[in-house]
């Protein structure tokens, strides 16, 4: 029986269209195999060991793969759940558009530790932070394998902010610029004070 339809629905209904290969031992008995076979001819692109992802119906296999934060959020949301990984930092900037460049690496926050994952379509890595993901201040947004979760605005000023305390990384200082005219102070400082992120909040204000 021909299995290759079916799976290429299973992947393309998956969050984020994104599946592990060991997701599809219920239907291969021989799913690495299968997969790569899928691969070859275009159905399927892979992310990282193991992780497989649908190719767009109108998109040339041989040169398409997603944006670094969609494949992020995308490999993280395979180990993690559906709409329990955010993207954060500097991918939350990029989201938001207050960074132009690319960046050599995808961060996420998670539940739980999880060393950094290679990507295997491309030179970069996927750098986890373990959070309480439900206490971010976190958005829904589209990219291109379908919606996840990113912090705000105002969350990814603060965290920003903390991660560079001296000022020193200059693409996080970019990013705070751009993002400083875009945020509700009110609601900076409200996530502040919950996260206890007060005197971070108090020394970038003070900035600008």
């Known amino acids: 029986m021909n299995t290759s339809p079916y799976v290429t629905r299973l992947v393309a209904r998956a969050p984020l269209r994104t599946v592990r290969v060991a997701d599809?031992?219920?239907?291969?008995?021989?799913?690495?195999?299968?997969?790569?076979?899928l691969e070859r001819r275009g159905v399927l692109h892979r992310l990282a060991y193991g992780v497989y992802c649908a190719v767009p119906p109108e998109a040339d296999p041989s040169t398409w793969r997603p944006s670094i934060e969609a494949a992020t959020a995308a490999v993280a949301t395979v180990h993690f759940g559906d709409r329990v990984p955010v993207l954060i930092g500097l991918s939350a900037a990029r989201v938001h558009r207050a960074l132009p460049?690319?960046?050599?690496?995808?961060?996420?926050?998670?539940?739980?530790f999880r060393r950094?994952?290679?990507?295997?379509?491309?030179?970069?890595?996927?750098?986890?932070?373990q959070r309480d993901v439900a206490a971010l201040d976190a958005?829904?947004?589209?990219?291109?394998?379908?919606?996840?979760?990113?912090?705000?605005?105002?969350?990814?000023?603060?965290?920003?902010?903390r991660s560079d305390p001296r000022g020193a990384d200059?693409?996080?200082q970019e990013a705070i610029s751009t993002l400083w005219p875009q945020c509700d102070t009110a609601v900076l400082a409200e996530i502040a004070g919950r996260q206890r992120m007060r005197a971070t909040f108090e020394r970038v204000a003070a900035g600008r």
């Open 24 to 37: 599809l031992a219920q239907v291969y008995a021989h799913p690495r195999k299968e997969v790569r076979e």
């Open 101 to 112: 460049r690319a960046i050599g690496a995808g961060y996420v926050a998670a539940p739980a």
């Open 116 to 129: 950094p994952t290679r990507l295997l379509d491309r030179d970069a890595e996927i750098r986890y932070s």
């Open 139 to 161: 958005v829904l947004v589209t990219t291109d394998l379908g919606q996840a979760l990113v912090t705000t605005t105002e969350q990814t000023v603060l965290d920003l902010a």
């Open 170 to 172: 200059l693409d996080a």
